[in-house]
């Protein structure tokens, strides 16, 4: 296996910290005589504190008094509901608001706008509805920019108005809101190519190969021997990996199985050694097709069936890009002519892998 020199990719995540909603006392004194709204709740899209572009969600039950037209609606940030709301949170703003969509549940489905005069608080405004609420209110400001400061708690005053000046209080409700620390999480990803050989595998899985030895059995002018080895391959290589095959033909002191170089069938009664990694073989039937989810396959001269090939140095499969594991079977056949000496005939073949970046 070759190795490339390392780089480093950070793959980076932002925690988004949830909205803390909670039931906070009323301003008594600036909604008297407002009914209380139920069911509400704001959220951020971001609750990371400066952070610009937000849009803030309000969500509602159906608004208890919806028996009076809606006007305008107003959420008012603060710091602090004890000190009657008397100042907002430093970095906050609303001058760049829009609204994402025409509201709903307010009453009438068009005609509705923002209105930015009070930059420390969210508005919008109708002064021609005259159609009464009803259902679940959803509005939505997009471009908020949030208070500075970050872990720090702030509040909104959430009122219905029914003139369109903000000042005829119809329902009201407070809800306490909070930035956060955005949370980095990084993951390290090296340069990998995961490559193995043997002659048993379970699926693709490296840790699982096991053997050393393909034996071909007796050979003989009147059948093919044959066997089968295996190996397996991955890599995040943008240009993937490539496998060649390295060693000499079946050999026995100075005598030779002659090796298939230029690829051809399997012939009886022929001195022949060869290999290929094809699915289908059937002249002599050997080998498997390649499993597994990745795009690696074998390469033209040796995916062929009932074709088979041995050179030094071949490139034997490969893969066009960075791809999922591989299971290749390689299928070996020899043939021997009655002239062929006696003895034990061996190779040891190394197949090297070598990822692409």
């Not at 390290?188 to 059995?217: K, R």
């Not at 498997?288 to 989810?293: E, F, H, I, L, R």
């Amino acid at each position: 296996m070759k190795t490339q020199p390392q780089y480093q990719i950070a793959l980076v995540k932002t925690v988004m910290v949830a909205i803390i909603i909670a039931t906070m006392p009323l301003i008594s004194a600036v909604r008297a005589g407002a009914v209380q709204i139920s069911g509400r709740s704001i959220t951020m899209s971001t609750s990371a504190g400066g952070a610009a572009g937000v849009t803030y969600t309000l969500v509602t039950s159906a608004l208890p008094t919806n028996g009076t037209p809606v006007k305008s609606l107003q959420i008012q940030l603060c710091n602090s509901l004890s000190d009657s709301c008397a100042s907002t949170p430093v970095g906050f703003s609303s001058a760049s608001t829009s609204l994402a969509s025409q509201p709903s549940g307010l009453g009438s489905a068009s005609g509705w706008s923002v209105d930015t005069s009070s930059t420390g608080s969210l508005r919008i405004v109708n002064a021609s509805n005259s159609t009464n609420p009803s259902g679940a209110v959803t509005v939505a400001w997009n471009g908020v920019h949030n208070q500075t400061a970050t872990n720090a708690t702030f509040y909104g005053i959430i009122t219905t108005y029914s003139n369109s000046n903000w000042s005829s209080a119809i329902d009201t409700g407070s809800i306490a809101l909070s930035t956060s620390t955005q949370v980095q999480v990084s993951l390290t990803v090296d340069e990998t190519l995961t490559f193995c050989a043997g002659t048993s595998i379970a699926g693709q899985d490296c840790a699982t190969i096991s053997g050393n030895f393909v034996d071909l059995g007796y050979g003989s002018t009147t059948s093919t021997a044959t066997g089968t080895s295996v190996m397996a391959a991955s890599t995040n290589g943008s240009s993937g990996y490539t496998i060649t095959v390295n060693g000499t033909t079946l050999t026995s002191g100075s005598n030779t199985i002659t090796a298939l170089s230029s690829g051809g069938g399997s012939t009886i009664g022929l001195k022949q050694f060869g290999l290929n990694l094809a699915s289908n073989n059937t002249a002599p039937v050997v080998g498997a097709a390649v499993s597994g989810t990745g795009i690696g396959a074998p390469t033209t001269n040796y995916g062929i069936d009932n074709n088979f090939r041995f050179a030094s140095g071949n490139t034997i499969a490969s893969s066009s890009g960075p791809t999922n594991a591989n299971a290749f079977t390689i299928g070996y056949i020899a043939n021997i002519d009655g002239m062929t000496p006696a003895g034990v005939y061996n190779t040891i073949l190394t197949y090297n892998a070598t990822a692409n970046y």
